[in-house]
């Protein structure tokens, strides 16, 4: 139960992070790149990771960097691209109620990739997920703002998933997480750099002209701090149920409240769906 409270309270942090990233991200004349937007995010939800990564010796760096840790690293930046250009076009509900299908891409990967064969609640739960989903876009893909963003997002957060799962059961999990974080760092400062000095901009400045954009490190941080601490008091059926639920709905919430979303009773009762789906697919 306090592993849940803690899980939904990460979820809360979280799309109060996403809540600030869409705001600095189209504000007129003075928008913030989301090269910047992915370092201070990654940067910030990282730090615990880097602390409990370190505390492991004796790593074996030929098991780490294998062919597998370089695809996470080509498709986390894809889905770097795709997610923040996601938020940035989409509305916050439906960025949210696509992000809540990575978790249904992963079984299907599992059923495809791996022959997993799984209870018949679990491909209930799938097919409430893709339903529900399928409301949100029944006027076409084209009326939803991001569409290709959302749909890129969704499925390679999926694949990363899987691949995740895979990382964590062969190898120490804060380890692995810890140099991926590291590369990726890496790479979004040099792009950063290099994206600035075209926009002959810096990222002290855009701290400058968007105030709202320092609450993005607290709010990364504390989502990234309740998180690790929910997976490891609970089950990572129960962290995933409640961490992807709570998003959806918070994402549908904060969406009315700050950014004036329509819909909000249809949009409720879609979270009800996706949310009992994502239920079924972790517990079935």
């Known amino acids: 139960m306090i592993a849940s409270l803690i899980a939904l309270l990460g979820s809360l942090f979280d799309q109060f992070s996403a809540t600030v990233i869409k705001k600095v991200e189209i504000v007129k004349d003075r928008a913030v790149s989301i090269w910047d937007v992915a370092l201070i995010s990654l940067t910030s939800s990282s730090i615990f990771i880097f602390v409990a990564g370190s505390s492991f010796k004796n790593v074996d760096f030929e098991e780490i960097f294998s062919g597998m840790f370089f695809l996470r690293i080509i498709l986390e930046m894809i889905q770097i691209y795709a997610t923040y250009n996601a938020l940035k076009y989409a509305q ?25 064969v799984f209870s018949g609640l679990k491909y209930l739960g799938v097919m409430l997920v893709v339903v529900s989903i399928a409301v949100v876009f029944r006027h076409g893909l084209t009326e939803v703002k991001g569409w290709v963003f ?113 819909s909000l009773v249809e949009k409720l009762l879609i979270s009800l769906g996706i949310i009992t789906g994502i239920g079924l697919v972790s517990f079935g």
């Open 150 to 262: 959302l749909a890129v997002s969704a499925i390679s957060g999926g694949v990363l998933n899987a691949i995740a799962k895979y990382q964590y059961v062969n190898l120490e999990a804060y380890v692995v997480e810890s140099w991926v974080r590291i590369v990726l760092i890496a790479l979004l400062i040099v792009i950063s750099l290099i994206n600035n000095l075209k926009m002959k901009s810096n990222i002290f400045s855009n701290f400058k002209l968007n105030k709202n954009w320092w609450l993005l490190i607290p709010f990364k941080a504390l989502a990234s701090i309740l998180g690790v601490v929910a997976l490891n008091m609970g089950s990572a059926a129960v962290y995933v149920t409640v961490e992807r639920g709570g998003s959806v709905l918070f994402g549908v919430l904060l969406g009315r409240v700050i950014f004036k979303e329509k």
């Open 92 to 116: 916050l509900s439906s960025f949210n109620f696509v992000r809540g299908f990575s978790v249904v891409f992963t079984v299907i990967l599992e059923i495809i990739l791996l022959g997993t």
